[in-house]
């Protein structure tokens, strides 16, 4: 049995897909690195805009996919994904690409294994990271997208303080902003950003039967609740306690 027909099949096992899906899948081995190359059968699926079934292809893109899963080497596919082209409506599109999630370079099997691990104590970013050849800042971003940490009941005594993280592109900053139960040093919420914009929209957000009464937690009272007062300080200087809530 042929190396290409071994990685024909585990391709196939790996990803659900029927062995006929599959055109071609060669591999060697380059700088300590497994490079599976792999072509898919052509579908030829119709036009996504107009329906028309005559489409023609444009060409083919290479795109490369962090697939470390299969040996304990680092292992790529270089998958030939097919472009197509319609005649009638002009418009153009890639055939369905089974081996990633939308907008990711790792493959789907690699993050289902990361999320597997990341549900293990013992486990840590830099470990999972190292077992399947990404960074821990891959491994950190797989975390945040797809792990939901639902925020814990407002306390009756909140306090905050904010934390160098790393640099976010999303909220365009280093921080991140922790609400603590000032009474017993749990954790309430861990916000992407201290500006205070984004909390003052978080704060808003927040169901008004849990911000009643007190919520001396917003810029302005009278947003939130005409019946509490509250100092004006900036964000990071805010430790609310006992005096700043009415008795």
Partial sequence: ?????????????????EIDCIESCTSIVRNKQVVIDLKLTDKRPPCPD???ESVKIKGYVAKKINHSILND?????????????????????????????KRM??????????MKDLTKPSETFVSIAERYHISPTTVASIFDATVNIPRAKLPRIMSTDENYAFYSQDTHSKYV?????????????????????YLDEYYSKIPKYEREPPFPYIRSATILNTNTTTNRIPIHLINLNATLIPK
């Fill in 177 to 197: 902003c922790v609400l603590i139960d000032q009474q017993t040093g749990r954790p309430i919420d861990i916000l992407p950003s201290r500006r205070y914009d």
């Fill in 73 to 101: 080497k680092g292992c790529v596919l270089v998958y030939h994904a097919r472009r197509y082209i319609c005649p009638i409506c002009h418009t153009t599109y890639y055939e369905i690409n089974p081996f990633v999630f």
């Fill in 50 to 52: 107009c329906g028309n």
């Fill in 105 to 114: 370079k790792i493959s789907s099997s690699v993050i289902l294994c990361v």
């Fill in 1 to 17: 049995m042929n190396d290409s027909y071994d990685n024909t099949i585990t391709i196939c096992n790996t990803f659900g897909l």
